[in-house]
């Protein structure tokens, strides 16, 4: 491995580069988690969440990782032999159903070719027929992270209300929240899923269920075994700003530090930064003569984008080349996309001249990988920037 | 509240002090979890733990709680409707009982009086009794943290085998490990639960699982619905030094550090000087003429010292106007020990002039509080300090 | 070396611990010196500073050590061949005389046995005798960090008054700013001199030099060959914000955090600690049956405590013992004190516990050092401590 | 100004960017400046700065800027009266000598336009016909930050011995050290000046001075009149690792990890990525149709690149657009070419993203702040960067 120097460059769709004023309000001493100074932390940072979510319900806090989010939506509101409807948008999707099914959940899954979102019409015909009301749920993912693909969440809202359907409707947000306009009031969405690495610009380690009064209400009913995960036992103590077990106190540390960043820059402008940098990313690679892995341009993922690779040439090979030459960390192709795409993303503590570096050193990899392309998406890329840069 | 300048003395049994050089390992940025930086470290921290747990099988690290790796232990092991023996030292025991009777466990709960550990011999009668073996697991903890009372685990180990039971042994170590002897292998435990935010000197964040070759067959043929703590997913990332989604990256870190400081140390060191600190606390509490929860010798504990309150005395009192005056924290009685003890945390990164510290904050606050007690602590601690540093 | 855990006590008197407010401030990127972000920086620590010294006119700050700023203010108001009068306090008065004399000033050097501050009425005897005004300056040192007595410097002034010199007044406040009452423009210093390392609870690398109108009224005319220090080309780009040289950037996001910690606990309060923790101190040392250096009880420091060794024993030995056996740094003996006596700082960024630490620090090294003293030094400052906690 | 999100650019030609580890270095617990851990800091920094000047001889560091240790050598080595011989190649060089002339010395200094390094053969001229050797030194930079120039400082050696010339070479290095080949020793440099922030990628607050023994017996002769700078004060207690006066521990702390990078990556590469660099950034300029400043190849700066604006079109105002629409901070032009030239810094932590963000910084900021130029100047650069990609 080549010896480095200067700053690397964490091109993944996440976990995404975490500011220093995050970093350093996390590395101060651990307190009492039981005590007054911890109180006002946690009622602080259980507030700032139901601003990012937009909700005015509760948000839950887990000292884990997303996938453990996935698991509490699930065990809270289903039982084993449930049915759910989802849509297999991409690796995250089918990770998530796996899950379900493991979890003893039946799960109809809606083939996509990992390169659109959501049809909210074929979600809205498969309930017309469910007269049964056996489908419990619909669980989708608003950004899928293995493609750059978005889903319409009011759209399947829609859906739903337009069969006239029961089923919760439960969204993967773990790679949008902070990043992607998201409601979660506004949209009637029933579970929200999300994490901390991503558009919260934190390390790994915390993840998120926001929750509706009728997602409370089934999980009352609900009879699947749980403890860890269980709704009820965080909302007591949470209301008080306290945890019914040891929270990751240094990582609320950083919370607090990222939603006051949040709020500082204004979540609309947060969310204008995002689709300007995915625009001029896709710019940059239709300039290369590659294409973007999503094919309609409502559904291309402002936080990263997908690049298939020409025919014959091994995406992980040249992600090993950036790696190595240029000290930047691309995104892999996921599940069956692997070696055919890599991932760029573009998403958090970002702007414009760490997108020109990121996007130079795919251009150069792509070179030094040789692999066919044109030159000059980067310049397309900086015309984009350049042009659309607000005057004030 | 009173604004305090200096160090915050944290004096609940955890979570303990995080030492600076922890701290700022943490404070780093973070990496792609799925390159081949990212697999030394992964490599590093699962041999490190195998270490400190003193086992040769595989130590699974989740980025929860130490109450996830309770739930983990359980779901992995064991299936609604199967029965448990578990030994009611505390509140922590009473706890974990909980989660098992909410996740379909049926739970045979053996009480205490909250000031002694694990009868080996009450365990032993009631295997030899259970010819059916109904019992799939004795579930005990090695270090009541709600009582600072320790329990012998190489008897119980003993117990089970003199009764010739297949039970399952499973053992929280959540507050003793690297803090108090423990051999995972040599104890022949089958699941050792355990956690970051104690004798490891990191944030709370990270918990583990130590399995046994009988564990991991258990887990196999188990039919408890599990997906987020299933031990097969991560066994086969592990073996690379990845895991099978997001782990807790800047925890990771803080874990490599803190492994490299108990080693720096030796871990018998370690133990030698949580018995002395122990030691001195007891001898400061008596001078005091407070009473000492714990009462056998052998299982007072070296990480925290339970104190009972004169009869009349409301410890949370007491703790409230130590946290005021003098900005150190002391954990409060648990579940029915509510007001009527106070736990001084002794352990982790910690010394002699520290502990001077904490006992002086006492002394002080006694007199503060209107405690009735003799003073003398301070200094009855301080010689039995002094007459046992070693010459070197 | 035996290895150590837990907190180092760092109890010499200064550079103190630095809070970790204060660290994490300065564990902060760079910024360019010249551009606006900074421009705010600078004029909030310019003016920061000036509410400190208790001034209402210019304070430079240099990228220096304390040294540093001793020589600035000779070199500014002095030229070789000018005569000063020094007052003999202790180990730091005699280097600053030495540099006095090694930048060419003729110092009259009044001896004193080191264990009392200036003597206001010979220098005003000395003045009044002075009728040419031979003497430029009186140049004396506010608490003398090498042996823990503080010199009245309001005494002083009238002294000068009484004599109606026109010698400038410069002071050493190196070890006493932020820790002891002290007001530059009401007692008409002409040059305040000081560090970041004491009661600034600041690493070392920044110095002061407060200055009167007097004082830059000489400086103009003064002949003195010098740059680096040069008040005039300091004053027009600190109007600014700004400074003449690179300034030490991360020095001065600290110096910012350390001098909103100095206002949010409030000066008074923060003299208020000081004077309590010396009190503790001194009686701790006395019923230790040693002596403490500082003879007048008016004089004796609120910052530090010179305590005296009994006659055969090596303070340095003691320190020694102390520094392996219990992870303390105490202060040494300077100069002729060297091996006589030992210094036990109590200052800055401290409380109640942390002294309790420190005494019990030496109260066990005393014994592990086979030094001669009676026991309960810790258990009569914690007497002292405990009755003098302002009920709230 | 507008609200900047992601990482700052900090591309003046230093401060340069401080590695997270170096800055994390720097954020521990200061510690005792007398004692055994100190001790082996100092030893340990010392002999770094003896490899890093690639000197055998003693490297003094000063607890100061760069502007200190240029004032440190020259009162170490001259008194009031006598005359040197300096070249006038920018800003720096200008400082540098009216710094000597307010110290009483007598500059002969030769003028350039500029846009070029020491003429060597003048300078040899010049000593030749000073038969009475009244220049007691020759005074140049290495490489001058206000131009982007650098000299050859082994010609200056050989013109000295050609003159015969008993003059002393003193050579600035503040921007040159640890980025451009220099060989304090094997150049025959009798004092080389330093400083921490640039190629050292240190926060400044750190200066040094290497000499030679000839320079170390002037000093011994010099009668002007000095003390925090003499050399002598430093030797002996360096000599133990140990400072005369309290040095600035937390910036020791960061050298010793900043050394250790450099010899990680090894000063040869490091050197070569500087003037790779310093290629790239020539092409990109050349290519916008713009002119470098430095007009002769072999002296163009590996640290910086120094741009002339088309005429009738101001750098400052390009700048201020650049750090508001891009928050990227330049330099500026200083003294004669303020509002003439900006800087383009690429020196310290940095790698090849880096600079492409920077260049497309540069490229973007053109066209916002409305200067002639063509496209393509980050292309080019690309081109270059990628075709010099050393295969591994």
């Known amino acids: 491995m080549t010896l480095h120097t200067g700053r690397h460059f964490l091109q993944i769709p996440g976990p995404s580069t975490v500011p220093d004023r995050v970093l350093r309000a996390m590395d101060m001493p651990v307190l009492d988690h039981r005590g007054p100074e911890f109180q006002a932390l946690g009622r602080e940072v259980l507030a ?3 601003a990012v979510f937009k909700t005015s319900g509760p948000v839950i806090i887990y000292p884990a990782s997303g996938t453990g989010a996935w698991e509490a939506a699930i ?3 289903l039982t084993p032999g449930d049915a759910v409807l989802m849509v297999e948008t991409g690796h995250f999707a089918t990770l998530w159903k796996a899950m379900a099914e493991r979890l003893g959940i039946e799960v109809e899954f809606f083939a996509t070719d990992w390169r659109r979102g959501v049809d909210a019409a074929e979600v809205e015909a498969r309930l017309a027929e469910d007269k049964q009301h056996r489908f419990k749920a619909v669980m989708v993912v608003h950004n899928e992270t293995s493609t ?3 889903s319409d969440i009011a759209a399947v809202r829609r859906a739903i209300d ?5 089923a919760l409707l439960m969204v993967d947000t773990i790679s949008s929240l902070g990043s992607i306009d998201y409601r979660h009031e506004e949209w009637g969405v029933d579970v929200t899923v999300s994490g901390s690495q991503k558009g919260l610009m934190l390390p790994p380690g915390l993840s998120f269920n926001a929750i509706s009064g ?3 209400a089934a999980s009352k009913a609900n009879r699947m075994p749980r403890s860890y995960w269980r709704w009820e036992e965080m909302l007591a103590p949470n209301a008080q700003g306290f945890f019914p077990y040891t929270p990751a106190t240094t990582l609320l540390y ?3 530090e990222s939603l006051k960043m949040l709020q500082e820059e204004g979540l609309d402008q947060v969310f204008a930064r995002h689709r300007r940098h995915g625009e001029a990313t896709r710019r ?5 003569g590659l294409e973007v892995l999503a094919v309609n341009a409502a559904e291309q993922s402002p936080v990263l984008t997908g690049v298939l690779m020409p025919d014959g040439h091994d995406a992980d090979k040249l992600r090993e080349v950036i790696l190595d030459k240029l000290d930047m960390s691309l995104g892999q192709g996921l599940g069956k996309l692997k070696g055919r795409i890599f991932r760029i993303g573009h998403l958090g503590h970002f702007n414009d001249l760490m997108l020109a570096g990121t996007l130079a050193g795919v251009e150069m990899g792509l070179a030094l990988g040789h692999v066919p392309h044109q030159s000059g998406g980067v310049a397309t890329a900086l015309n984009y ?3 659309t840069l607000v005057d004030g």
Chains 1, 2, 3, 4 share one sequence.
């Open 48 to 50: 700032g969440c139901r």
């Open 75 to 77: 065990v809270n509101t």
């Open 148 to 150: 750059g693909v978005t």
């Open 162 to 166: 337009r069969a006239s359907h029961p």
């Open 214 to 216: 009728k997602a409370l």
């Open 254 to 256: 950083g919370l607090r």
């Open 284 to 288: 940059a690679v239709r300039a290369w």
């Open 385 to 387: 920037l350049k042009e």
